[in-house]
């Protein structure tokens, strides 16, 4: 087992009336680790995170948390918590009464309850609040308050289900901030489930991204945006010009009817490959300049950059840039070997 890991999915299958749902997925996640699983909707990222948390049996394998098989554990028996989508507050108790629940379950001394229910609130700056009612609070203090009842019982880890969903754009983005901090202060494991790619590459130590109940690719946010291992990862992180290529040999590809140096090896000669290139990859000169050219068809202005297609008959290209140029105007492109990615194409599932 991986050093440092505390749950080891080995083999795990899950189906729902004869359909697969996940499919022999393996995936350690570390302590202290920052772990996003991050896919569209129906992939099996939801179903992974309730089978950790142990809502849901798998089919196949074993969920295995440090060093022990935890399949048939119940929830209740696990030292793991869930925020859920949808918080699962109690509006009839008050923010104190919230936060303390799982304690008094556990029929702790009140001194010791109010100690940590303090201490709670205070770490998700709410300090003040014990004696509101949960109807009076924003959607960011009720998630606040979800998150501190989750973490006043010391979990080993947190398990979070799109907790962020139900937030308008600003909140959300300054609560991934404060989730991400809250995460190093309390130093635990946190396993993560969004649909949006920027919210995973903001807040993650480990981007895992799925597809069709498969593992894609896991990395770091950079090496997912940067590396992708296949077409579906490049059109789901981020913008991607996706075109057809051909291998001539190591570091030679030819694309858009020309033959570039690239930074890829190890495919077969006149092997038939996808080519991905970022739009920000791509750099605007004259069409003297330009390993190849093409003329803008469009042009929108995106507040810190231009977005323009131009396209050159072979395909249509979308760039992102500083520079305007207008509709009509024939310009070149130039991209560096290191920004030309190549992968080998993946039949669909």
């Not at 205070?122 to 009612?133: H, T, W, Y």
């Not at 068809?297 to 979308?318: C, L, P, Q, R």
Request: net charge neutral.
């Amino acid at each position: 087992m991986e050093k440092n890991c505390i749950i080891d999915l080995k083999s795990i299958s899950k189906e729902y009336d004869g359909v697969k749902v996940l499919d022999n997925l393996n995936l350690y996640v570390r302590k202290n680790e920052f772990l996003t699983l991050l896919g569209p909707s129906g992939c099996g990222k939801t179903t992974t995170l309730r089978i950790i948390g142990g809502f849901e049996q798998p089919t196949e394998g074993k969920v295995i948390f440090e060093g022990k098989d935890i399949t048939n554990v119940p929830p209740y028996k696990r030292q793991i918590n869930t925020v859920f989508q949808k918080y699962a507050l109690f509006p009839h108790m008050n923010v104190f009464e919230n936060v303390a629940f799982g304690l008094n379950i556990k029929r702790l001394p009140k001194d010791e309850i109010s100690r940590r229910v303090s201490e709670m609130l205070r770490l998700v700056n709410l300090q003040g609040f014990e004696k509101r009612s949960i109807q009076s609070l924003s959607g960011g203090q009720q998630q606040r308050v979800a998150i501190a009842r989750a973490l006043v019982n010391e979990p080993k880890v947190l398990l979070l289900d799109e907790p962020l969903g139900a937030l308008d754009l600003k909140l959300r983005k300054e609560m991934q901030t404060e989730l991400k901090n809250m995460q190093k202060r309390v130093g635990i494991t946190f396993i993560y489930v969004t649909h949006d790619q920027e919210e995973a590459l903001t807040m993650s130590d480990t981007v895992v991204v799925m597809d069709k109940g498969v593992i894609q690719q896991i990395g770091t946010p950079v090496d997912i945006y940067n590396e992708p291992k296949n077409a579906f990862v490049a059109r789901f992180i981020g913008e991607s010009n996706i075109v057809d290529g051909i291998m001539h040999e190591d570091f030679v590809v030819e694309f858009a009817g020309k033959v570039f140096k690239c930074v890829d090896k190890g495919f077969a000669k006149g092997e038939k490959i996808d080519v991905v290139i970022r739009p920000e990859d791509l750099e605007i000169t004259t069409p003297e300049e330009g390993q190849f050219t093409g003329v803008v068809s469009s042009v929108t202005f995106k507040g810190v950059h231009y977005e323009m297609i131009v396209s050159n008959g072979k395909a249509d290209w979308k760039i992102h840039s500083t520079i305007m140029k207008p509709v009509g105007t024939e310009i070149g492109m130039r991209v560096a070997p290191e920004n030309i990615h190549v992968m080998k194409k993946v039949k669909e599932r």
